[in-house]
């Protein structure tokens, strides 16, 4: 994969990444949907999306057996955590039930999926913490507008986001008009 975005943190990481949404689910699928990750390993997509809502932790499971035996440093690996698992009652567990599934000792990259009711402080802290704790490289956000960013970036350490993965398609441009620039710069 020669084109490559780097991330705020300084991680290189390829432009295009295999998403697994839907994947995991449909067990007649399950060697059809292994053979398509590790397909794309080989053409070069090492980075790997899933997320623990992604078919209640089906698809996280398939991903951990789609990359055994496949050289971790390798690979890029995000998962995202669902609001109700984003504070400190519920965010290592959630995370080291991502890593189990996947079979993995960290994630490159942790994302936070969308807003919910816990402040965004709290996630912010947690997400330090397990990034202090080694199980995850990095943390970032999910789904989050121009006002969620401005208000992340204004905690202390707000600025250590390295991502926010947003839907953005031909036919779904609206990030163009104000979180693009906000982001840029």
């Known amino acids: 994969m ?19 949404w839907y994947i995991g689910e449909t067990a007649s699928k ?13 053409a070069g997509m090492t980075l ?14 398939l991903v ?3 990359i055994a035996g496949t050289a971790r440093e390798k690979l890029f690996i995000v998962s995202k955590m669902l609001p109700s698992n984003a504070g400190k009652k519920n965010m290592e567990r959630s995370c080291d039930a991502t890593l189990e599934r996947i079979g993995t000792d960290y994630l490159d990259l942790y994302l936070y999926h969308w807003r919910g009711s816990v402040p965004l402080a709290e996630t912010v802290a947690c997400l330090e913490e397990l990034k ?6 990095a943390w970032g956000v999910s789904n989050f507008d121009t006002d ?3 208000e992340l970036f204004a905690l202390p350490a707000g600025k250590h986001c390295a991502a926010n993965q947003v839907l953005y398609h031909l036919g779904s441009r609206g990030i163009e008009f104000d979180l693009l620039p906000w982001m840029r710069e």
């Open 132 to 137: 202090a704790k080694g199980k995850i490289r």
């Open 2 to 20: 020669n084109h490559t975005v780097t991330l705020s943190n300084g991680a290189v990481i390829p432009a295009i990444g295999q998403g697994t």
């Open 30 to 42: 399950r060697a059809r949907e292994i053979d398509a990750i590790r397909s794309g390993i080989s």
């Open 64 to 66: 951990g057996e789609a």
């Open 148 to 150: 969620d960013m401005e």
């Open 48 to 61: 790997i999306d899933t997320a623990e809502m992604y078919g209640s932790g089906l698809s996280e499971k």
